[in-house]
């Protein structure tokens, strides 16, 4: 599957630059679970690949508490019982995960303050709550002091 993945509309990582391991994957599979090397694990060396040195910059800042070593993002897959489907699903968690990390920063929240409306609504309905509360203690005028 040396398909490349697709991040952004300006950057493609090489299918090449991935690397695949198998191993045996845990979970329901009959006999054959014993057998199979199921379970797909998805590699990828931020400092070999094929990337623009600013995208592998800004790579390695986003992604520093996933890398292994500083420079290998790991990414696996094991819920299906076909290696192909694994190895599908561990394509698709790596591009969403680079794409994810590639992304811009959302924009800052620009600090608001509550409108003069707002806050006497908050403030009337405080009021008549405590009314509310005021009416239900014994002796204030409620039908059953």
């Known amino acids: 599957m040396p398909d490349d993945l697709p991040l952004t509309r300006n950057v493609t990582l090489r299918g090449s630059d991935l690397t695949e391991r198998f191993s045996r994957s845990s979970g329901p599979g009959g006999q054959g679970v014993n057998t199979t090397d199921s379970r797909v694990e998805l590699l990828l060396d931020l400092d070999h690949a094929d990337l623009p040195e600013p995208t592998r910059a800004r790579l390695k800042e986003r992604l520093g508490s996933r890398l292994v070593d500083g420079h290998l993002v790991v990414v696996t897959a094991s ?28 924009k800052k929240r620009r600090p608001t303050k509550p409108t003069r409306g707002s806050q006497r609504r908050r403030l009337d309905a405080k009021k008549q709550r405590g009314e509310i509360k005021k009416g239900r203690q014994k002796g204030r005028g409620g039908d059953w002091s």
């Open 79 to 106: 819920e299906h019982r076909a290696q192909l489907d694994n190895r599908r699903a561990a394509r698709e968690r790596m591009t969403a995960l680079l794409a994810e990390a590639l992304a811009p920063p959302p």
